[in-house]
Structures are given as structure tokens and as C-alpha cells.
């Protein structure tokens, strides 16, 4: 570092405890930062150290990780409180009714629907809500010809919160830690196939739920915490795409920039045809970039491939597999779009083979998991 260190703000504590997380473990830098409590001097500072493997320095690298890490932070933050509504994909399903009036699906007259419903298979788990340490209390009972098997469930975490799960093929009563498996979905009670419905009941009235706790139950985690784990996926992939570099276009393909995303995955023209209100842009940036627009800026790039790859991997972790297995199989969808090929061994024309593609990936996952972590 060739800078000398002046009026260094902000101060480390004075930072929110998400960006005290992202810098302190996401990258060497923080160690840094830890010494000189001071972290405007990072981002002001010519950098000189060097990565060796990569061969950019560490201030560069830290300040494109910081831009992932906002964007994916800011995108599940305001995710967490937003309102659940109908065509919402939570944990990789999709909420086919939402809180409010509603024509009932079996009575046929509108009623106060004080849930939500999401489809699932039958059997999906159910985890308790709150962070490592908080206790989690769970009272099961049963109503036949309404909500089936029901769990209710008060966090020390939100006491002043209950959260009802209903059609559930089990429940388990009693104190549990949190993460513990307290439920699994079913088709029980009144009820037209197997789903979850989910009641957010504060002050002893239903509230319209909210997004982040439904996630929190149903992956067991709470959303944002494997941080870390994103921003080393982002980085593996990234490094495998295009090496950095937010320009690349494949000739082949025409695949574009870090993450090499497919433009039909921006303007939906998978049949020939660029559709508007459409694609990873519209989903991630609630507006449509053109496929220019995406490859001259390496922010939007960031945002869209971040947010893509934290809830693919979501989706691998909710459907019970293994971190190692789950980035293999995230791997295998981002290069083929199928995330069961992750063993295939044939070669694609020219290109390395759908396993060697997840196995390298994976590798340095590991790698850059292990390094983030370290220092
Ligand atoms: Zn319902």
C-alpha cells in the first residue's frame, strides 16, 4: 500500500454489522482494514499488493466484491420485508394464492384467505425460525375439515410473532433450536393438493406475511446468511466464464460479460422473438436492459448474475443437498440449464464436459471460500 492513511472514515464500528461481515470475511483486505480501522482508506488507496493467481491487486478485487455484496445484500434486504404475494417464487416455489379476499377454491364464495399458499411436494421441511441459540416453541393440533395438521410457532428471536403452517403431513410439538425440523408440508385437512399455507399472525390478528421468514423456514437459514458462500460462488463462476472480464462476448454463443448469461435469458427470446417485462434483468432490476446496455455495465452485470446464482443455490440447499453437491449442481445449470447433468462426462462440442465444468467450479469454490474465510 503506497498511500499514506488520512482522515479515515468511516471508522470500522461505525459500519452496519452486514458490511463488518462482507468486508471481514470476503476478503484479505479486511485484515488489513482490522489493523488500520479505518475503511475509506481502502477504497481511496492505489493498492499495489497483487493476487498472484489472478493478477489483480487487492484493492481492485475488494471493490469488486463490495459491489456484488451490496447488490445481493440490498436485493434480499428488501426482499426480506416485501409482502408475499401470488405468482412469488419463495425457496423455488411459486405462491399460487396470496393474503387477503379471495373466491375460496372449495366453497366458491370470497372469504378472507389470512394466509398464503404455496405449492409444494408433499413432505418438504419446515424449520424452526430464529438465529443459532434462540429457542423455538411449537404447538401441533389438528383441524380436520379446515387447516389439516397445523404447526404455530413463537421464536424467542420475534416473540411477538407466531407463524402458522397448515396441510402438514407431520408436526412436531414442543422446544427446538432453531434450524431444527419442526414440520413437514402434506395435503391434510381441507385442502385440493399437497401446499403450505402460511400465516404471519401478530397481535393476535393475521398479517399480510412477509417474504424473508417463509424463506428463513423453509431453507432453515436465514436469508443472506451464507453471504460469504455467495460471494464465493459469484467469484468461481465468474473467474470461469470470462475471467473477469465484463466485455467478453463468446462468439459461439453470444454469451455476454462476467457471468456469460445467455441473451435470451435478458429479453426472453427464446423463440425469436425479445419480449419487455421479461428475462433475469426485469426480475433482478424490475426493468428491461438491452443486451448492449448489459454488456457495457459491469455493476448491472454484477447485481443480475449475483442475485441469479444466491437463489439457484437456495434452491439446491432447500431440496436437502450438501454445500459441495449444491454448487456442483448450480455449476451444471448456469453452463448447461440443467442442474442434473452435473456428472455428465460428454464433452459439448469444443467445450469441457458438464461434470469437469461443476468439478473445476466447485474446486474453486472451495478455494475461495476457504481464503475469504481465513482472513
Ligand atoms: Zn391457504
Redesign the pocket.
Same mark, same amino acid.
Given at each position: 500500500m503506497n498511500s499514506t492513511v488520512k482522515d479515515c472514515k468511516p471508522h470500522w464500528s461505525e459500519l452496519p454489522p452486514t458490511w463488518r461481515y462482507v468486508i471481514g470475511t470476503a476478503m484479505q483486505a479486511g485484515e488489513l482494514v482490522l489493523k488500520l480501522g479505518c475503511v475509506g482508506a481502502i477504497a481511496t488507496s492505489t493498492w499495489v499488493m497483487v493476487d498472484k493467481e489472478t493478477n489483480e491487486t487487492w484493492g481492485d478485487r475488494f471493490r469488486k466484491v463490495s459491489a456484488v455484496a451490496e447488490a445481493v445484500v440490498g436485493f434480499y434486504d428488501d426482499d426480506f420485508k416485501a409482502l408475499i404475494s401470488k405468482g412469488d417464487v419463495i425457496a423455488g416455489y411459486t405462491v399460487n /394464492?396470496g393474503f387477503g379476499l379471495r373466491m375460496h377454491p372449495i366453497h366458491q364464495e370470497m372469504r378472507m +384467505? /389470512?394466509?398464503?399458499?404455496l405449492p409444494t411436494p408433499e413432505g418438504v421441511q419446515v424449520h424452526a425460525i430464529g438465529y443459532a441459540g434462540d429457542r423455538v416453541s411449537v404447538r401441533c393440533w389438528s383441524d380436520p375439515k379446515g387447516y389439516g395438521t397445523v404447526a404455530d410457532m413463537t421464536s424467542s428471536a420475534f416473540p411477538e410473532i407466531t407463524f402458522r403452517a397448515? +396441510?402438514l403431513s407431520h408436526c412436531k410439538g414442543g422446544e427446538h433450536r432453531a434450524g431444527a425440523v419442526v414440520a413437514k408440508t402434506g395435503n391434510t385437512g381441507g385442502s385440493t393438493g399437497a #401446499?403450505l #399455507?402460511?400465516e404471519q399472525i401478530q397481535g393476535g390478528v393475521a398479517q399480510a406475511p412477509q417474504k424473508g421468514y417463509l424463506v428463513w423456514a423453509l431453507n432453515g437459514r436465514k436469508p443472506n446468511e451464507r453471504l460469504g458462500d455467495t460471494i464465493s460462488l459469484y467469484q468461481a463462476i465468474v473467474a470461469k466464464e470470462s475471467g473477469g472480464d465484463h466485455t467478453a462476448v463468446n462468439p459461439d454463443t453470444g454469451a455476454l460479460g462476467l457471468g456469460q448469461v445467455m441473451p435470451q435469458n435478458l429479453n426472453c427470446s427464446w423463440d425469436g422473438k425479445p419480449k419487455s417485462n421479461c428475462g433475469w434483468d426485469y426480475d433482478v432490476l424490475g426493468r428491461d436492459v438491452s443486451p448492449q446496455e448489459f454488456l457495457q455495465n459491469p455493476e448491472i452485470q454484477q447485481q443480475i448474475v449475483g442475485v441469479k446464482l444466491e437463489s439457484a443455490l437456495q434452491r439446491q440447499i432447500q431440496a436437502g443437498h450438501d454445500m459441495n453437491t449444491a454448487v456442483k449442481r448450480v455449476a451444471a445449470e448456469w453452463y448447461s440449464g440443467n442442474p442434473e447433468l452435473a456428472y455428465d462426462t460428454r464433452p459439448q462440442a469444443g467445450y469441457e464436459s458438464i461434470k469437469s465444468y461443476a468439478d473445476s467450479a466447485a474446486e474453486k469454490f472451495h478455494r475461495l471460500r476457504q481464503q475469504n474465510l481465513e482472513k
Open positions: /394464492s +384467505h /389470512s394466509g398464503i399458499d397448515a +396441510h #401446499h #399455507h402460511w
